[in-house]
């Protein structure tokens, strides 16, 4: 049976979508229909809320696929923007995306066609529902609430252009993960409460609290992190549109903060953008603490920029640390450390060895991933001395906790975070170094490192690598007997 004969002729589909942001939903239901060779202009996409109408006799049976239809082809490209772009209030969205989806079948280089007025399309619904989820990341305020049981509980306000509530949930999840919060939107709500995410029906504005003392708070935060080095007056005006203003308690410092950029910018280069003076507060002394105040660490510029704190991770009684520099752009996506590939070639390594990534305690000697932004990429930017520095006040903590027997630092950046001084990694390596806490401290060279090379200089940086791990296992062997 062909495909043609599993729709019935001059029938018209009708698709109601369970949710306006369920992407899954409509790849699903648009595979089934490419394959059954329905065209784009039999099938009705409806929303909930959507009007069917023109569609009020359409069928919403859909045909079952044949056993032996083709694979559905959509291009890399198509796949990366279909998803963000479901996400737009356009009614018109999903249609677009099965037209094209259609087209790819027999075009499937429709993508790099510029000129398209349906690519073009996506590529602004993708653009637009982008530029919104950055605004929510970037504009969201937090007003402080007490609950029924005297709780703290965060609740904000926020008016989203399109549907992106739910897909920024993780974001807010990671950035905000030991606080209570609630965000209130007309599209929809989303509560935390420190170990579960649940969603709620939309809110209206009255439902969100107002000013308190919390306002001050952010206004404080917002002078603090504000880097006249990069004011350009333009560009922030187009960044936080009027729209937002009213939400956010630091938009009244803005004049001043203006006004003495100039002065503040000339402060900063004689002393260095980074203040920190080695001294913080208490030391926190528990994991999940030292969790929730790095979370909230400004101590130096990375911490200010559009990313989240990611905590070491592995048994508190590891007998072996390992220190890696930084997290990456994945590892920041993620919230923990060492996923990406430099994480994978370590696991390789570490499996080689015989040592068990998760027997040990596995973390950064900085905590918050430094990067510049170059179009959709953030690109990787080795931490500075000062900054390493100021981290080190929290891997010392992590080490008061866990009280590894020996630590294995990878990478000048991990070494400097151990040491507090600059180390050549191809002359430590190899040699233990006792540290004041009663651990050995081995260096190695950061996997990353073997990564950038190839060739026979890849090869030799391996074999050194393994070499390390080898003697770290041997050395842990021992401490064990
Ligand atoms: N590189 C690191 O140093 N740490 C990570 O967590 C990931 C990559």
Known sequence: MTALQHVKLGTYYVVHLPRPDDFDFWREKARALVQC????????????????DLFAHGDTRLPTPPADAPQVRASKRFQQLAKNASLHSDPDRFALLYRLLWR?????????????????????????????????????????????????????????????????????????????????????????????????????????????????????YYASIFNPARLKVGAMLSEMPMKYWKNLPEASLIPELIAGAQTREAQMVDAGASKFTGEFEEKPDTLEAIDKAIHACRKCP????????????????????????????????????????????????????????????????????????????????????????TCRWWNEAERAIVQPKLVLAMGASAARGMLGKTVSISRARGEPIAMEDGSELWITAHPSYLLR?????????????????AAVKERLDELAG
């Open 37 to 52: 060779d329905v065209p784009p202009d039999r099938v009705a996409w409806v929303e909930p809320g959507g009007s069917g």
């Open 104 to 220: 790819l079948q027999t075009n499937p280089r429709i993508m790099e066609d510029k000129a398209d007025s349906d690519v073009r399309k996506l590529e602004e619904l993708d653009k637009n529902v982008r530029r919104d989820s950055h605004k929510m990341h970037a504009f969201v305020r937090f007003r402080q609430v007490e609950d029924e049981d005297g709780a703290e509980h965060y609740v904000a306000w926020f008016e989203p252009d399109h549907h992106i509530v739910r897909a920024n949930a993780g974001f807010f999840r990671r950035r905000f993960a030991n606080m209570k919060w609630s965000i209130l939107t007309p599209r929809g709500t989303l509560h935390w409460d420190g170990n579960t995410m649940r969603e709620g029906p939309p809110a209206r504005r009255e439902d969100a609290p107002s000013g308190d003392p919390v306002e001050e708070l952010w206004r404080k």
């Open 302 to 389: 990375i911490g200010t920029l559009e990313n989240t704190a990611v905590m070491g991770e592995g048994p508190q009684d590891a007998a072996l640390m390992i220190v890696g520099e930084q997290p990456g752009d994945q590892e920041d996506m993620a919230g923990r450390p060492f996923v990406g590939p430099a994480g994978q070639l370590l696991d390789q390594h570490l499996e080689k060895a015989g040592i068990r990534r998760s027997a040990a305690y596995v973390t950064n000697a900085v905590k918050h991933f430094k990067y510049v932004q170059r179009g959709k990429r953030r690109i990787h930017q080795s931490p500075g001395a000062k900054e390493i520095d």
């Open 453 to 469: 090379l190839d060739g026979a200089a890849r090869e030799e940086q391996a074999r050194l690598f393994d070499a390390d791990l």
